[in-house]
C-alpha cells in the first residue's frame, strides 16, 4: 500500500524523507568516489569534472523520481529542500568514509604529489601576474601535513556547506502544487 504526503503525521513524512534520501545519497557517493577516483588516477580525463558537475542533476533526478512516484506529483519547496539537504548530507557521510579509507590505507602520498605539482604550475602562474604565491603554498603545505581524518572532514564539510547551496535552487525548481498525471501507453 502506498502512503501519499497528504495522508501522513509529520514523523511519518520526515521518516519517508530520510528512507529515500538514504538510497539517493548512496547514488550521489558513488559519483563522487568515481569523481574522485577519476581525478586522482586519469588526471587528463574530463570525466572526473563531469561527474562533479553532475551533482546537482543527479539530485534533481532523485528528487523528481522521490516526488512523482512516492508522493503522486506533488511535493512542496520545504519538503524538497529537506530532502535535498538529507540526500547531501548522506551522501557526505559516505564520500568522507570512503576518502578516510583511501587516505588511510590506499594513497600512499599521491594525492600530497598531486597537490604539490599544481602548487608549483599555480606559483608559477602567479608570479607571471606580478602575485605573491607565499599565501597560498601555504595553504597547500598545511593542507598536506593533515591527517587522513581531517582530510576527510575538511572535504565532509565541504560538500556539506556546497549541499546545503545547491538545495535552495533544486527545491525551487522541483516543487509541485499540482497532481502528477502519468501517461500510460496501451
Request: a positive charge.
Amino acid at each position: 500500500m502506498r502512503i501519499f504526503a497528504s495522508d501522513m503525521t509529520f514523523a511519518e513524512a520526515l521518516t519517508q524523507i530520510r528512507a529515500f534520501a538514504r538510497q539517493d545519497g548512496f547514488i550521489l557517493a558513488l559519483a563522487w568516489i568515481g569523481s574522485f577516483a577519476s581525478v586522482l588516477y586519469v588526471p587528463q580525463s574530463v570525466i572526473g569534472s563531469l561527474l562533479a558537475m553532475a551533482t546537482p542533476f543527479i539530485v534533481i533526478w532523485r528528487l523528481v523520481r522521490f516526488r512523482n512516484d512516492a508522493l503522486d506529483g506533488i511535493i512542496s519547496f520545504r519538503r524538497g529542500l529537506v530532502y535535498s539537504w538529507f540526500t547531501f548530507f548522506y551522501a557526505s557521510l559516505l564520500f568522507c568514509l570512503a576518502q578516510y579509507v583511501y587516505f588511510r590505507f590506499l594513497d600512499k602520498g599521491l594525492f600530497n604529489s598531486i597537490l604539490i605539482n599544481a602548487t608549483q604550475v599555480m606559483s608559477e602562474v602567479y608570479q607571471t601576474q606580478g602575485i605573491d604565491a607565499k599565501d597560498f603554498t601555504d595553504a597547500v603545505s598545511v593542507f598536506t601535513s593533515m591527517k587522513p581524518i581531517q582530510l576527510s572532514f575538511v572535504f565532509m564539510m565541504q560538500n556539506i556547506f556546497m549541499g546545503t547551496i545547491m538545495s535552495l535552487p533544486i527545491a525551487a525548481l522541483c516543487m509541485r502544487r499540482g497532481p502528477y498525471k502519468r501517461n500510460y501507453r496501451k
